[in-house]
């Protein structure tokens, strides 16, 4: 079977490149085996994920009780030390716990207050991480207000953070996770400004992560140059690992045969003493069925 997704594999390639179109492969021939893409960081590593869960539905195909499964196969294989998460409801998140290993927490509040809507939460291994502060704020003028929203976009949009205390290492380093608008190009643009000036207010040398679904292209987008060019100070960590260990696929499928080269919306960033050795998309997915829309994206780095 191997042999045959191989030939099948190159047949595309071949055809593809004689015809000069986009390349796609199936989603069955993605990512069956039972081998981490990263996996379980090692020594004063940090393996760090960011990853759009999509909303549970109940709506079939790809409802959350027939994702779940896959979800927490993926995770627990691939099992990251950080992981920002966005679009999770509360019972899909409590769903995640349960289905990790118990040395898994998370910290998040839902974007309408409380339990409610979706979450921007942030999980990590206690073994390794403990939080010595963290709030959240949200995305508009009034960024202290639950649930405010003035910038024109019709979801409420915001950022959970966490302030991390590395146990092995003794360092430190904040955590940010967020989801931005994905309609409103203005809203996203002042989401990025305003994401940059909270950053700042942190100490120049307390390194930060920031993982998140930014609705906007990698490199060619108004918020990825406010937050990488325009004083924000942080790095892509796709363009800096060391190794790249698989193509730049459009991050957001939905669903569809996966793309290289496509849109990269979903990133994590970097400020500070931080060396990223490998970047990578994972595109698990046991009998056709992805976790969710999108891939996650993972980071194999060092702080300090």
């Known amino acids: 079977m191997a042999r045959r997704v191989q030939r099948l594999l190159g047949l595309v390639c071949v055809l593809v490149l004689g015809i000069g179109l986009p390349l796609t492969i199936p989603a069955q021939a993605i990512r069956e085996q039972n081998r981490p893409l990263i996996g379980p960081a090692r020594s004063d590593e940090l393996h760090v994920m960011s990853f759009n869960l999509r909303f549970a539905s109940e709506t079939r195909p790809h409802s959350w009780p027939e994702r779940r499964p896959v979800m927490a196969d993926l995770l627990r294989l691939e099992q990251p030390t950080l992981l920002g998460t966005q679009e999770g409801l509360y019972g899909q998140l409590r ?166 080269d496509g849109r990269r919306i979903d990133w994590v960033l970097t400020r500070g003493k931080v060396s990223v050795d490998a970047v990578g998309l994972n595109t698990f997915a046991p009998k056709g069925q992805f976790p969710s829309d999108h891939l996650p994206l993972q980071v194999r780095l060092r702080v300090g």
């Open 95 to 260: 769903d995640i716990a349960d289905d990790l290993p118990a040395y898994y927490d998370w910290i998040g509040e839902g974007r309408l207050g409380g339990s409610r809507d979706e979450f921007m939460a942030i999980f990590f291994d206690t073994r390794r991480l403990e939080p010595v502060e963290y709030d959240h704020f949200w995305l508009s003028d009034t960024p202290d207000v639950v649930a405010s929203n003035t910038w024109g976009n019709d979801s409420v949009r915001m950022v959970t953070w966490v302030r991390f205390h590395d146990k092995r290492t003794g360092r430190e380093f904040v955590a940010f996770n967020t989801h931005l608008d994905d309609e409103s190009s203005y809203a996203r643009e002042r989401a990025a400004r305003l994401i940059r000036d909270r950053i700042r207010a942190f100490p120049m040398d307390l390194p930060v992560i920031v993982t998140g679904d930014f609705n906007d292209a990698a490199e060619h987008s108004a918020p990825y140059d406010v937050l990488t060019k325009g004083g924000g100070g942080l790095t892509d960590t796709w363009l800096v690992a060391k190794h790249q260990l698989t193509p730049a696929y459009r991050t957001w499928h939905h669903y569809d045969p996966l793309e290289r």
